[in-house]
């Protein structure tokens, strides 16, 4: 009877959980140039899903990028930490490495590594340790595969800066049109 009652809270918990998640929104995305089409394909798609959060915390925003031959990459947004918010600030760190320097604020998201299904398909054998996106109004999707994550340090006066950005760090550029 403990049992059963143990494997009934079991399945309770997980609809709830279940629950809390968007079904997803999926966006068909189109390579832009050459150099994406051959880096990830003629087209790919982005699946958007959302994750309630835990007591009155920040929703997590969770990304999968998914090739037109089942391979996955699965990322979550950045949006917590104070590092994660100053390196996608506009014009800031994320920006810039993406060549964006006027006032864009691109979205950095972290590699779910234990999450992603088969070979990457950027950046290598191991994938990317991050992307950072950008969206424009005219449904141009802009992402770079980023090594390592983007790094700070704390300056005497207490201020923090990022350190610099090698570009041999940036493993992925890819343009892409929504479709």
């Known amino acids: 009877m403990k049992r059963f009652a143990a494997l009934a809270f079991l399945l309770l918990a997980a609809s709830c959980t279940a629950s809390r998640e968007t079904a997803g929104v999926t966006t068909r995305l189109a390579a832009a140039d050459a150099a994406t089409a051959l880096m990830a394909g003629q087209t790919i798609e982005l699946v958007t899903r959302t994750r309630a ?11 999968t990028l998914r090739a037109a031959d089942g391979r996955s990459m699965s990322f979550n947004e950045n949006n917590h930490a104070p590092n994660h918010l100053m390196a996608q600030a506009p014009g800031g760190p994320l920006a810039q490495i993406m060549g964006l320097f006027g006032e864009e604020a691109p979205k950095l998201y972290g590699a779910r590594r234990e999450e992603n299904s088969g070979a990457p398909f950027i950046c290598g054998p191991d994938g990317p340790a991050a992307i950072g996106v950008h969206e424009t109004a005219d449904g141009g999707v802009q992402m770079v595969g980023l090594k390592q994550e983007i790094e700070f340090e704390t300056l005497r006066d207490g201020t ?20």
Do not use: E, H, N, T
């Not at 959060?53 to 990304?63: E, R």
């Not at 923090?160 to 940036?170: G, T």
């Open 53 to 63: 959060g835990a007591d009155g915390q920040d929703p997590l925003i969770l990304v």
């Open 160 to 179: 923090q800066v990022a350190l610099p950005y090698s570009p041999d760090m940036v493993c992925a550029r890819l343009r892409f049109s929504r479709s």
